[in-house]
């Protein structure tokens, strides 16, 4: 698996955190919701950084794409 399959396996499981942290099973039993919330937050850093290097991804693509352009004129 690549590192792009396990940022985005990591991105699902983060939003799978963020719904559970939203069900009133979880936020009435307090132990599971700082276990819930640790690793929410844990993983919401990778998150955070993995959706900026798409962002940056995106924008070379764009420019790789407006070069091209230009250059075929």
Known sequence: M????????IATQYDELT?????PGVTAD???YARISRE?????????HFQQ???????LN???ELLQSETDS
């Open 2 to 9: 690549d590192i792009r399959n396990k940022l985005e396996n």
């Open 30 to 32: 307090n132990r599971e």
């Open 40 to 48: 929410h937050g844990r993983l919401g850093t990778i998150v955070s």
């Open 53 to 59: 290097w798409l962002e940056v991804e995106r924008e």
């Open 62 to 64: 764009d420019a790789r």
């Open 19 to 23: 719904e559970q942290l939203s069900q």
